[in-house]
Nanobody, 124 residues
Framework: QVQLVESGGGLVQAGGSLRLSCAAS??????MGWFRQAPGKEREFVAA????????NYADSVKGRFTISRDNAKNTVYLQMNSLKPDDTAVYYC???????????????????WGLGTQVTVSS
């Protein structure tokens, strides 16, 4: 059974940093990604990374501030979040897929497996 377990969320002041981790069970997925969902809003794409780690995609709202990476030996994907803003406050979800990596924006339906999420709160 596939499991994705996120960690690293918390409360941080605006301008601060957090690093999220997502440990996956089983073999390395071809695509791993991060989404987020704020109260009253739809789940939105944040970042995705290919199996090799060479290709990455980001939402425009986080480009230049967030970095996605992965360690296939540990079957873990990371999201380094810098220069955090109050608008970044949300539950962050890890997602995984066996599909073919593509450039551009991803949607929730592009992923097969999800973690339970970790709360990130950025205070002003």
């Amino acid at each position: 059974q596939v499991q994705l377990v996120e960690s690293g969320g918390g409360l941080v002041q605006a301008g601060g940093s957090l690093r999220l981790s997502c440990a996956a069970s089983g073999r390395a997925f071809s695509i791993m990604g991060w989404f987020r969902q704020a109260p009253g809003k739809e789940r939105e794409f944040v970042a995705a990374i290919s199996r090799s780690g060479i290709s990455t995609n980001y939402a425009d709202s986080v480009k230049g501030r967030f970095t996605i990476s992965r360690d296939n030996a540990k079957n873990t994907v990371y999201l380094q979040m810098n220069s955090l803003k109050p608008d970044d406050t949300a539950v962050y979800y890890c997602a995984a897929s066996w599909g073919t990596y593509k450039s551009g924006r991803y949607y929730p339906q592009d992923f097969d497996y999800w973690g339970l999420g970790t709360q990130v709160t950025v205070s002003s």
